[in-house]
């Protein structure tokens, strides 16, 4: 594996080559960010979260965990095309999100944003019908107790999108990520992604039951820990140099542009973090 040099650091990141990166304009101004908004059948915007969903897929497509016979697990899929586009490259994948009664608590399913059932993530003719059943599983999971079974090292990778960011603070967050460590397989990889805190290395939202925002001092921590366990996380903190990188969208905000947004008294955006377990 090819990691980058601390000169590619100051370097705006890129789609062609990712590592743990931030989201900035000019990953959307790529043939690469249209061609994966078509096979999950979006019209290309500027939207911070549909980038989340692009990043993880040329993540896990550029590690070689695309392809049939593969195992994946998502954490807190939601109503996100993830499931049926990796299903559609063969992958086998287990998806998962809150139970019901405790998603409608957090407000997730009067908001649309929690799913029930497998039958509610196959959408938008991503991938035929017959092929995503036999692929796609799905099941309920809290993903601040993550069951014994699926720890134990059985999958070949495992993702979140914007999910880790609502478990109530910071530490249950990086707790979390460490969690899902035990999921995958030596090789393997997890690849989340959530919200950082552009403003402030010091001051941010620690604790709160809907969303807190990562600071680089919090990702750090967590990178220096596990580097020194022989994970493998290289990063770029680059934020971007183009006119959208400078553009805060405010309350109530806009669906494009929308990569930065005032959260309270914070400038956030969508970070992206992948790590590689050992072989």
């Not at 990796?86 to 649309?112: H, M, P, Q, Y």
């Not at 880790?164 to 969690?179: A, C, P, Q």
């Not at 001051?203 to 809907?210: D, G, L, Q, V």
């Amino acid at each position: 594996m090819k990691l980058f040099t601390r000169e590619e650091y100051t370097q705006e990141p890129t789609l062609q080559h990712p590592i743990s990166q931030i989201c900035t304009q000019s990953q959307f101004m790529t043939d690469i960010y249209v061609d994966w908004c078509e096979k999950i059948r979006e019209e290309p915007r500027y939207h911070r979260k549909q980038w989340e969903f692009v990043y993880i897929a040329q993540i896990l497509k550029t590690n070689g965990m695309l392809a049939p016979g593969k195992k994946g697990l998502g954490f807190g899929v939601g109503q996100e095309p993830l499931p049926a586009l990796f299903a559609n490259f063969g992958c086998n994948i287990l998806a998962t999100d809150l139970a019901a009664e405790e998603a409608a608590d957090k407000r997730w399913v009067e908001s649309g944003q929690h799913v029930g059932g497998v039958e509610q993530l196959r959408f938008k003719g991503i991938c035929e019908a017959e092929k995503f059943f036999s692929l796609v599983q799905f099941r309920t999971q809290d993903m601040n107790a993550i069951e014994p079974d699926l720890q134990r090292e059985s999958f070949d990778f495992v993702w979140s999108s914007c999910a880790l960011e609502h478990l109530g603070s910071i530490k249950h967050g990086l707790d979390f990520i460490r969690n899902t460590l035990s999921c995958i397989k030596k090789g393997g990889l997890v690849v989340h992604t959530t919200e950082y805190n552009v403003s402030s290395n010091i001051f941010t939202i620690k604790n709160n039951p809907h969303t807190v925002l990562f600071r680089k001092r919090d990702l750090m921590g967590l990178i220096k820990g596990l580097r020194k366990e022989e994970y493998i996380i290289d990063i770029n903190w680059h934020s971007g140099n183009q006119p959208l990188d400078k553009y805060i969208d405010l309350p109530p905000y806009k669906p494009d542009p929308h990569l930065k947004l005032k959260l309270g008294r914070y400038v956030s955006t969508s970070i992206g973090l992948v790590i590689h377990k050992p072989e």
